[in-house]
């Protein structure tokens, strides 16, 4: 064939069509900005929303640095921060925190060294000041510490701070300073600890009163780095490691360093807990947004071609080939794309950081980032133009294909010839042309508009329902059983700070602080949880003891464990136990998995109840106690222990342990004074996680309240519990926020309110967020529904003149058409239910897989609900789009050539 260069003349010819339809280049447009609106929007709000959380996730997790090296000497970290891997660093010097007194009893407050860099990452940039100057008693910290001392943020002032050195060692002691005040910034709610820093010097000064006990944090350096990306963390971290003859898996080892990935990197949440469901949910979300893009671009397109349909015919018959005519129409549709793309994002992304604050508003975060992520806008323009080619690819081959004659008669409708009857069909008279049969068949000629406009409607509201479906699921019941078994919880402060549990009588409940609540009445039920405050051994055997602890040491780390350890003659390890005493209101709260709890109300029955944990999901984890129902467990009770050296078996004077426990000997420790107890396992329970110690290192057991007392011989109360009458609920609250904070400022509350308005705030999210992506897509649907009509009345226009020459009034031609919206509607809500029913199950399976406290339950009501909508849309989109076109007389519609 012969080729010309008429790439130039296809240009102007394509631009030429292109100006000259000027309304339906506005349709295009809005299309495609629409379509880019729909982008740009969820990107935003997903990178907005994600932004967030990784930075309250930062402010909780202390920083945002990917990861750390912890406990190191100096030397280690001058040999670790110039690593290749890592591209940037700081330095923190820990020496302690304060004490647990009032007013710093309810606040976690840390003392440290840290370098400029270091400091940027922990979030500490002073609003007034600097950081503490070299050589001088300068300090910096936050607004809440100095609200806490009573001290006016203002550089320059005074203020003391007790400081811990070698806390939670036998060396512990808390030493005062009195600094001044330096630069200091607004406390973030968000962040668990605030800081106090200090000048190096001042670090090491108080580090060097240290006694130098392994286990003691003061005097620690801590290396945060930043690597090339925030994906495989922990593979880089042990690299780093790895490069230096240093590892992180056995903790006996020379050689070992402890290293902590930030949880608050999404990326490295996702590299660790990806899992084929989730995969799956995202790439589903990508594909219906491609798809609900393709549904309204793909219809304005057709709509173009339908209406241009003749002038291609005429290019044809002037020897114009059908990839010329596609390329025509693909440079047309990149062309509106470069009006429609802009658009969209500007309105797009207005309306991302409108909605942002939207949906975090009914999350638990405090503050709303907005993200500026540049990949918002490309990914956007990706997509909406991969949409947009694909969108004209068909409308393309059907311009390019149709026959010059094909093109002057087109009408838009499939032809098929009717069938013939035969027999006693043949002779049966014809029902005549009624107007529903006559809108039914109309739905027909067409087919594939048909069920892309169902389809296109449909979406919107399958939509919906998942949305709804999704947000009815989150089970309250669920949530609450395991977040807040009861109405209120009150213990010691300490109790309810992150890792600190219960270990003391200086922590329990006193009798006077439970008379006091008590008097304030509307209480329904409420009990004691005795907290265990001696040492108490269990004997297990070797196999039970590495299986319980081998997913945090590794083999060489427990043989060395398991040697350490004290056998009895027939081989079993004295191990460390955890128990509980309760009432019989908190045993009432527990999951029983096996036996009865009943015989733990009887002392003289020696009953006790293992406490086995579950999963993620709730679900009781088989392996996590060895004890079964029917066992005896033999407890022992120690008042004394004596220590000895390991290699010898010498044992060490009471008063020398201390000074021992500096020397390179291995010291040993075995019960000295003890008394021993067996009991029966009675039942295998799980205990709420608002009721327990809110730490596990140990096998757990449950006795009741009388027998704990009696054989522990302590009576100390970690928890008091108990549920109210809803009248009283509110007052109650008030009682204990006010006594907590003024009367008796040592202790703390968690109430059930305040988890019910976590749950509520986190299922608004999920509705907000689903019911905007709803209304999206049911603005597509609608659109596509009047481009659907439109469309249908514009190639018609001719046939409707003829039916309106021949006798169809004004009225029964709305009437048709009206009835052909009302079917389109009526099949988008058959279909719409059709794949609920079918969809409903599974997604709720994957809901479930994610949120152990999603329950599935199927509902019709969002269907329901839309149905007099969709009737309405149904009935009125023809009427007046039927009323716009028809404006002209019969007789100027029939001059229209075919």
């Given at each position: 064939?012969?080729?010309?260069?008429?790439?130039?003349?296809?240009?102007?010819?394509?631009?030429?069509?292109?100006?000259?339809?000027?309304?339906?280049?506005i349709i295009a447009v809005i299309a495609i900005a629409l379509t880019t609106i729909l982008f740009t929007s969820l990107f935003t709000i997903g990178a907005s929303i994600n932004y967030s959380f990784q930075q309250q996730n930062f402010r909780q997790a202390g920083?945002?640095?990917?990861?750390?090296?912890?406990?190191?000497?100096?030397?280690?970290?001058?040999?670790?921060k110039d690593d290749p891997l890592i591209q940037e660093y700081g330095a923190r010097l820990f020496i302690g925190m304060t004490d647990s007194e009032p007013p710093f009893n309810k606040s976690h407050i840390e003392i440290s060294y840290m370098d400029a860099n270091e400091a940027k990452h922990y979030f500490i940039e002073p609003v007034e000041g600097s950081l503490p100057r070299e050589g001088t008693d300068e300090a910096a910290t936050d607004t809440r510490v100095l609200a806490l001392l009573g001290i006016e943020p203002k550089v320059g002032a005074k203020f003391t701070i007790p400081v811990g050195i070698d806390e939670n060692t036998q060396d512990a002691q808390y030493v005062e300073r009195t600094f001044t005040l330096s630069g200091w910034w607004e406390y973030d709610n968000a962040i668990v600890a605030s800081n106090v820093i200090l000048p190096r010097s001042a670090a090491e000064e108080l580090c060097a009163l240290s006694a130098g006990?392994?286990?003691?944090?003061?005097?620690?350096?801590?290396?945060?780095v930043m690597f090339d990306s925030a994906f495989h963390i922990r593979e880089k971290a042990e690299q780093v490691l790895a490069n230096h003859g240093y590892q992180c898996d056995d903790p006996t080892a020379d050689n070992y360093i402890a290293i902590g990935v930030n949880w608050g990197y999404t990326a490295a949440q996702i590299d660790a807990t990806i899992d084929p469901m989730s995969a799956i949910a995202i790439l589903a979300m990508l594909l219906l947004i491609m798809f609900t893009g393709y549904l309204i671009i793909y219809n304005v397109f057709q709509i173009s071609v339908t209406n241009d349909i003749r002038f291609?015919?005429?290019?044809?018959?002037?020897?114009?080939?059908?990839?010329?005519?596609?390329?025509?129409?693909?440079?047309?549709?990149y062309i509106l794309s470069l009006f429609g793309i802009p658009l969209g994002w500007i309105i797009g992304f207005l309306v991302g950081v409108k909605l942002t604050p939207v949906i975090m508003e009914?999350?638990?975060?405090?503050?709303?980032?907005?993200?500026?992520?540049?990949?918002?806008?490309?990914?956007?323009?990706?997509?909406?133009?991969?949409?947009?080619?694909?969108?004209?690819?068909?409308?393309?081959?059907?311009a390019s294909r149709v026959s010059p004659v094909e093109a002057v008669r087109y009408t838009d409708a499939s032809v098929r010839l009717p069938k013939a009857r035969h027999g006693k069909h043949a002779a049966r008279k014809s029902s005549g042309a009624r107007l529903p049969r006559m809108a039914w068949a109309n739905l027909g000629r067409s087919r594939g508009k048909t069920i892309i406009t169902v389809v296109s409607l449909s979406l919107a509201v399958v939509l919906m329902q998942i949305t709804y479906t999704f947000a009815i699921g989150f089970d309250m019941d669920k949530y609450l059983a395991d977040k807040s078994a009861v109405d209120f919880v009150v213990g010691d402060a300490a109790y309810f700070q992150t890792g600190s549990g219960f270990s003391s009588t200086d922590e329990a409940v006193p009798e006077n602080v439970i008379a006091d609540i008590d008097a304030q009445g509307g209480i329904t039920e409420s009990g004691r949880i005795y907290g265990q405050v001696s040492s108490v051994q269990e004997f297990v055997t070797e196999d039970w003891y590495?299986?319980?602890r081998a997913r945090w040491y590794t083999e060489a780390?427990?043989?060395?464990?398991?040697?350490?350890?004290?056998?009895?003659?027939?081989?079993?390890?004295?191990d460390r136990a955890q128990l509980y005493g309760m009432e019989d209101f908190p045993l009432s709260k527990l999951t029983v998995l096996d036996g009865d709890l009943s015989a733990l109300s009887d002392p003289t029955q020696n009953a006790i109840a293992a406490v086995y944990t579950a999963d993620d999901y709730g679900e009781p984890e088989e392996q996590s106690h060895w004890a079964k129902v029917g066992d005896t467990v033999h407890l022992r009770y120690v008042e004394e222990f004596e220590y000895y050296y390991e290699d010898t078996g010498e044992v060490i004077p009471s008063d020398e342990v201390d000074a021992v426990y500096m020397g390179d000997r291995a010291i040993g420790s075995r019960a000295k004074t003890y008394r021993d107890k067996e009991y029966t396992v009675a039942a295998a329970v799980l205990i709420p996680s608002s009721l327990d110690y809110r730490f596990y290192g140990a096998d757990q057991f449950v006795m009741g309240a009388a027998q704990f007392t009696q054989d522990t011989q302590t009576n100390s109360v970690m928890t008091y519990v108990f549920d109210t009458e809803d009248a009283a609920t509110d007052r109650m609250e008030a009682f204990l926020a006010n006594y907590t904070e003024n009367v008796q400022p040592l202790f703390d509350y968690e109430s059930k309110a305040t988890y019910q308005a976590e749950f509520e705030g986190f299922r608004a999210m999920f509705l907000t967020l689903g019911s905007t992506l709803s209304l999206i897509i049911g603005l597509v649907g609608v659109l596509n529904f009047l481009n659907a009509v439109l469309t249908g009345?514009?190639?018609?226009?001719?046939?409707?003149?003829?039916?309106?020459?021949?006798?169809?009034?004004?009225?029964?031609?709305?009437?048709?058409?009206m009835l052909e919206g009302l079917y389109y509607a009526m099949l988008a809500l058959i279909l719409s239910f059709a794949l609920s029913v079918t969809l409903g199950p599974v997604i709720g399976m994957g809901c479930s897989s994610m949120f152990w406290f999603f329950s599935y339950r199927f509902t019709l009501l969002p269907i329901i609900v839309l149905l007099p909508v969709f009737v309405l849309l149904g009935l009125a989109i023809p009427r007046i789009t039927c009323h716009s076109a028809m404006h002209r007389t019969v007789v100027e519609r029939l001059r229209t050539e075919e």
């Open positions: 064939m012969l080729s010309v260069p008429n790439r130039k003349c296809i240009r102007r010819l394509s631009d030429r069509s292109l100006k000259a339809a000027k309304t339906r280049n920083g945002d640095m990917h990861a750390t090296f912890k406990n190191l000497t100096e030397a280690q970290l001058l040999e670790l006990d392994p286990q003691s944090q003061t005097g620690k350096w801590h290396l945060d291609y015919g005429l290019l044809k018959t002037i020897g114009t080939t059908g990839k010329q005519i596609r390329r025509m129409i693909r440079r047309q549709a009914q999350t638990s975060y405090t503050t709303t980032f907005v993200s500026f992520n540049p990949l918002i806008f490309i990914g956007a323009a990706v997509f909406s133009l991969l949409t947009v080619r694909i969108s004209c690819r068909k409308p393309g081959k059907m590495r299986q319980s780390a427990l043989n060395q464990m398991s040697e350490d350890m004290e056998h009895t003659p027939d081989d079993l390890l004295a009345i514009i190639t018609r226009r001719h046939e409707f003149a003829v039916l309106q020459a021949i006798g169809m009034t004004g009225k029964q031609l709305k009437h048709m058409l």
